[in-house]
């Protein structure tokens, strides 16, 4: 077995896409073949709709940066971890997360930190990846990897991520036709410019959200949808034939646990009422959606508690779409396992921060794939120009990646990394609608 010494771990502070702090940590191991040394860095993102059963994100709590200052994390980086780590082989991946989870010795990463720990477990693989000078989608995916994922591409944005009126978080395209990524990237491309066009010529905002998606003021989520319909149009596709729509609901936000309804904030500001679902209600009101619109997936329709709501939604409506499953698993074998015996969801968001290692991400994965639930690896809508989940969508074969609009430097570097990943691959590569129609 070769061996790749773990050489140095280093943390530092560096800023997210919304201006708040995040870790970053670089890792240096001694190359096996010629003794040098290969460093590589990776910086964790952060959520705004954050599942409750997430691992913990450990901010410091003092005046400076709000308290959102990550100097904590950082210190547990430079000192607990890098002595955990330093000597050991950085091939050996998941012994080092099981150092790191033993290290923290919490159920969440409450004492390091998630956002400590996922750093270094990143810069660690990317670190090994260079040191055998292999693409890190190669070094984690092995030789037979060649699925490019098809986008989710959000390209209107609504709930914690805009201060709009939109209710529901994001409303996503996906070009299930297209012939490469590199082809799907320009439709998406393509038809988040005649959204903006559309948007001006009503006189709409064309202000964009934390992921670039337009976030005008509308009065519910039909609009939102018929807007889309004819972007697509407009730039020359067909709503159901090309493109798909994708929905993220996030609707945890939505719900309020006293009154058991899911709230319309929005929706009831432009209504001058207030605007309640049930749960009932909300699987009715997706199957309306369904009859007008080409939907093929809906993240988080129910909160992340409910699971006897899952269960009907699912034997509602999961033989015709896909349901993700995002604050309901939180990327956490333990709740995906709850919820495959339950026939929740047919679907995982796969967010590395939400779990804090590397290794458990790839094992929730595996589950979901093992039992014919789908993946969808994902970014946070606090982002830094960090590519990791590009390379692990492909690496993994997820075939679907939710990466944002092709907008904000840090969504385009996700999906400027597939392209070169696709050139890369050659003729290898492939690119396919993800739910099988062909
Ligand atoms: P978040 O949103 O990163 O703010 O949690 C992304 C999502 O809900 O999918
Ligand atoms: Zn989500």
Known sequence: MLFLEIQKVHGREILDSRGNPTVEAWVSVRGP?????YTALAAVPSGASTGRFEAVELRDGETRYFGLGVQHAVKNVNEKIASALVGRN????????????????????????????LAVSLALARAAARALHLPLYRYLGGCSVRKLPVPMMNILNGGRHASNTVDFQE????????????????????????????LEKKGLSTGVGDEGGFAPNLPDAQSALELIVEAVQAAGYGPGQDIGIALDVASSELYNEKTGMYHFPGESSLRGQEVLRDTGEMIAYYEELLEKFPILSIEDGLAEDDWDGWQTLTRRLGERIQLVGDDLFVTNVKRLDAGIKLKA????????????????????????????????????????????????????????????????????????????IEEELGTAACYMDPFGRM
Do not use: W
């Not at 297209?178 to 066009?197: M, P, Q, S, V, W």
């Not at 979901?368 to 993994?396: F, K, Q």
């Open 33 to 37: 073949l010629d003794g040098r040394e």
């Open 90 to 117: 950085a091939l050996e991946q998941v012994e080092a997360d099981r150092i790191l989870m033993e290290t923290d010795g919490t159920e969440n990463k409450g004492n390091l930190g998630a956002n400590a720990t």
């Open 171 to 198: 409303f996503m395209v996906m070009p299930i036709k297209a012939e490469t990524f590199a082809d799907g990237l320009r439709i998406c491309a393509e038809i988040y410019h005649n959204l903006k066009k559309i």
């Open 345 to 420: 969801a047919n679907a995982i968001l796969v967010k590395v921060n939400q779990i804090g290692t590397l290794s458990e991400a790839l094992n929730a994965v595996q589950m979901a794939m093992e039992n014919g639930y789908r993946a969808v690896i994902s970014h946070r809508s606090g982002e830094t120009e960090d590519t990791t989940i590009a390379d692990l969508a492909v690496a993994m074969n997820t075939g679907q990646i939710k990466t944002g609009a092709p907008c904000r430097g840090e969504r385009t570097a996700k999906y400027n990394r597939l392209l070169r």
